[in-house]
């Protein structure tokens, strides 16, 4: 569980609230039917135009990220991939072979496989950084789902407090409902720049730094497939994959 996120929300919440509550307003002055559909679902409608279906259900797929972060444990990897090269040197590549099935990583049974199937150092590198490069685009096009919401979230904000000045010109005949008129009004651009800016934004940042940190480690298993392959020494192996832990 990523702590900070959580107490990031809160604060965020926090922020407005008691901002609000501080100002004079009151909470219930942040409280608008008119101004959610216009912000959110209007958000919500412009993204669902702008991504590709398969796009969208990744988003959704990593949100969790933003309390969960993928582990990656490289400290425990580079411990496997000096056993697996002490392993290759004792047996040969073939006593990999019974190794495989137990990663549950896809991306590191792909490198044992081509490792145990004699490729060449070359090759196995080709084809781990094209499978690096797609997870990492497909990734990171999931992240600008939630980038793209917290740049159009203001400007439906804006539309929001349009619209409601529109109608309190249409009742300039009676004072008495200008005031709050015109608060109702703002509270729509409170909604997108608040969402924008406390959430939307801060999620995509949060979610590309942890497909940043997955990348990072999928090198380092490129490396130290590719150092198994050439048949490193395993000490030479790990203090070369150290590096990865700074």
């Keep these: 569980m990523d702590i900070l996120s959580l107490i990031g929300l809160v604060l965020a919440a926090c922020a407005i609230l008691v901002g609000a509550v501080l100002k004079g307003a009151g909470i219930h002055s942040l409280l608008s039917g008119a101004a959610f559909m216009i912000v959110v679902v ?28 993928p582990t990656t444990e490289r400290d425990t990897m580079i411990k496997k991939m ?11 590549l073939l006593g990999l072979e019974s190794l495989i099935e137990r990663e549950r990583d896809d991306f ?49 904000g804006i539309i929001g407090a349009v ?32 969402f924008a800016n406390l959430f939307f934004l801060p999620v995509a ?16 298993v490129i490396e130290g497939m590719i150092s198994i392959a050439q048949g490193e020494n395993p000490r030479s192996i790990e203090a070369k994959l150290q590096g990865y832990l700074h």
């Design 205 to 220: 940042s949060k979610l590309k730094v942890s497909i940043q940190g997955l990348s990072q480690t999928r090198e380092m």
């Design 163 to 194: 619209l409601g000045l529109m109608a309190v010109m249409q009742n300039l005949a009676d004072p008495a409902k200008l005031g709050h008129g015109i608060a109702a009004a703002f509270v729509a651009t409170i909604y997108g720049i608040g």
């Design 42 to 69: 209007g958000t919500i409608a412009a993204i669902c135009v702008q991504t590709p279906l398969h796009v969208m259900k990744r988003a959704l797929s990593i949100l969790p990220w933003v309390f969960t972060p």
């Design 82 to 92: 000096v056993e697996w090269s002490n392993t290759a040197r004792k047996q040969g």
């Design 108 to 156: 590191v049974r792909k490198g044992l496989q081509l490792v145990v199937d004699g490729s060449e150092p070359e090759i196995i590198r080709n084809v781990l950084e094209v499978d690096l490069h797609t997870r990492e685009q497909a990734d990171t096009r999931a992240a600008k789902v939630f980038e793209g919401m917290g740049i159009y979230a203001p400007t439906l």
